[in-house]
């Protein structure tokens, strides 16, 4: 499903794929259409063309500096360093302006559209069925799947934020249905309540879609038009201390390696030779590595119960992210691989009478993932299974599977062993080094 506007010289074409002309009705195809003229009328790819030019600017300055720091002369080589690492900030730090101008110029469009079209509630219908073009299958496509490749400015949506909103509009993957508008109501909240739902937006050139479908509510309800959502803007309680938490625990010893990094290359140019006292300060910082591994792992994987809950009910929580899940055993049907037609996918969807979610069957290495994909997975299409695991948030909703029973046999993954096995290793190793430099150091 692809829905985009382009331009060639002083004209403009919009582009809708057959596949958003085969699933959606006559008013949602016009909603849209009206999105698009939005941009045109907005004047918005010439705006967001002008705003790329500064990136770009700094990417090839910096380019151009950074060749320069190769010349045999050592000192023109080092002169050119500092305006090379200035041009490169100067590219890094103007991507995120320009991607919050493009979320603004999105919603120009909703209001652009939802002034020109009967009932703003079209269009919002129109964005959950094309989020849901990623993950579901056409009755009308003639089994088809349908693929949403509008990324980027000017699409109708962003593709990697859209399959949060997909799997909770139609549970049981048809279009042919009405929509759930109380499961989508209820896990929109994280959408519009969640610290990490605002970290993923500043990287996305679209706003979240569910802040996108309030809006338009809002704008329904200002022109006296039926709309089909109400949302509760009271929260039960604030996000933001977990989220600050959470933060540590995930990002500690990433920081806590690049800083054992750097130190040993400091000391390797500096070619001294290493005192005790900093020996066990390295042993030390190895130490609170694999501790803070330790930590990340517990958080990451909690083991101590895991209750039978629906997918619906687990949709439906707010305090969850990708370090603090909700462990949960579902008992449903694998209705597909989370990627049509690949064979070493190592994703399959899941269903039970609530609800659709993509399980990621996560390995320690790649290579596994593609082994056990085209070995195992293919026994569990189209069978009734239950499953252990942990319900993780992320810009879209997964469930990393800890155990699969189908048929009587029950498949484990050891990823989260393993992980724990390598957190005590380096604990290990670090306190075993320490301990060697005291026993040295005194006896």
């Not at 929260?235 to 201390?241: F, L, T």
């Not at 993932?369 to 195992?376: R, T």
């Not at 484990?412 to 393993?418: A, D, H, T, V």
Request: charged share 15%; hydrophobic share 45%.
């Amino acid at each position: 499903m692809y829905v985009k506007t382009l331009t060639h010289h002083n004209s403009a074409r919009i582009i809708l794929t057959r596949g958003a002309l085969e699933t959606l009705d006559k008013s949602e195809v016009n909603a849209l259409v009206a999105h698009e003229i939005g941009h045109i009328v907005n004047r918005d790819i010439v705006l967001m063309t002008a705003a790329q030019i500064i990136p770009l600017i700094g990417f090839y300055s910096y380019r151009y500096f950074w060749n320069k720091t190769h010349h045999k002369n050592k000192l023109f080589a080092f002169l050119n360093i500092i305006p090379a690492n200035i041009f490169y900030f100067l590219y890094i730090v103007t991507q995120w302006p320009i991607l919050w101008f493009s979320r603004v110029r999105e919603y120009y469009a909703d209001v652009f559209a939802g002034e020109n079209i009967p009932n703003p509630s079209n269009l919002a219908q129109a964005l959950i069925k094309v989020a849901y073009g990623i993950a579901a299958r056409s009755p009308s496509a003639q089994k088809r799947y349908i693929n949403l490749e509008a990324a980027g400015a000017m699409g109708i949506i962003d593709k990697s934020k859209a399959m949060g909103i997909a799997i909770t509009s139609f549970p049981d993957r048809q279009f042919n249905q009405e929509i759930n508008i109380d499961l989508l109501s209820k896990s929109m909240r994280w959408d519009l309540w969640s610290p990490w739902a605002k970290l993923y937006e500043l990287s996305s050139t679209h706003p979240m879609v569910s802040k996108r479908i309030k809006n338009l509510m809002m704008l329904g309800k200002l022109y006296n038009k039926e709309t089909f959502m109400k949302f509760n803007d009271i929260k039960p309680e604030s996000y933001w201390n977990n989220f600050i938490i959470e933060l540590i625990i995930i990002y500690m010893p990433r920081m806590i390696f690049m800083f054992l990094i750097g130190l040993g290359a400091y000391f390797h140019h500096q070619t001294v030779i290493i005192t005790n006292s900093q020996e066990i300060f390295f042993a030390l910082c190895v130490s609170l590595l694999g501790l803070s591994m330790l930590i990340k792992h517990k958080f990451h994987y909690p083991t101590a119960f895991f209750p039978a809950m629906s997918v619906s009910s687990l949709l439906k929580k707010v305090n969850i992210s990708r370090v603090c899940p909700s462990p949960a055993t579902l008992q449903g049907k694998i209705v597909g691989k989370g990627i049509s037609g690949f064979l070493v996918t190592n994703d399959h969807v899941f269903q039970d009478d609530s609800g659709i979610l993509v399980l990621d069957h996560k390995r320690p290495y790649r290579f596994w993932e593609s082994i056990f994909s085209i070995l195992k997975k293919h026994n569990f299409n189209n069978k009734d299974v239950i499953i252990e695991g942990w319900y993780h948030r992320d810009d879209v909703p997964y469930f990393t599977v800890k155990s699969v029973t189908c048929e009587g046999e029950t498949y484990f993954n050891f990823k989260c062993l393993i992980s724990k096995f390598f957190s005590f290793l380096v604990l290990f190793l670090g306190f075993a080094w320490m301990l060697q430099i005291v026993l040295f150091l005194f006896y």
